[in-house]
């Protein structure tokens, strides 16, 4: 008799897919060395809320795992008989960052700019206002007064 993925996944245990989680394996890879397809580990992970949160939480401690598999790759491609080439190592070593970053927000670059502008439309329209008002009183006061040639 076959077992489905699931019994499978139960007889493990979540502690065991969790321990395979943080020491950087990720759920495609842990599936496929069972022998079925990712949707069943994410399927029998969320149908349990206490396993998707334990599952979370390996994936926030896999971080470092995923970094460390990254920086595996480049000192083996810094051996120039290993035939990895650096650009190629590079590109991975980025890919294992941005999956750190994906699993714990603390391995995020962040270049966060904030800007608060608190100037509101009317506000803005009422001294725009007030400044063409300025501009008018100004070049009238400047105007030469031509009353005495009305008066000739």
């Excluded at 599952?55 to 035939?83: F, M, T, V």
Aim: charged share 30%; proline share 3%; hydrophobic share 35%.
């Amino acid at each position: 008799m076959t077992q489905t993925a699931a019994e499978i996944l139960d007889a493990i245990g979540i502690d065991a897919i969790c321990e395979r989680i943080e020491s950087g394996e990720s759920q495609s890879e842990i599936s496929q060395s069972l022998g079925f397809d990712k949707s069943h580990l994410t399927r029998w992970i969320n149908r349990d809320p206490q396993r998707s949160a334990r599952a979370q939480a390996a994936r926030e401690a896999s971080a470092e795992a995923w970094i460390d598999r990254g920086i595996a790759r480049l000192d083996q491609a810094c051996d120039k008989l290993s035939g990895i080439d650096p650009t190629a190592a590079r590109a991975y070593a980025q890919e294992c960052a941005r999956r750190a970053a994906q699993r714990n927000p603390k391995y995020r670059e962040t270049t966060e700019t904030r800007l608060d502008v608190s100037v509101t439309v009317n506000a803005l329209s009422q001294r725009l206002r007030e400044g063409r008002q300025q501009i008018t009183r100004t070049v009238i006061e400047q105007l030469p007064d031509n009353s005495d040639d009305d008066d000739k």
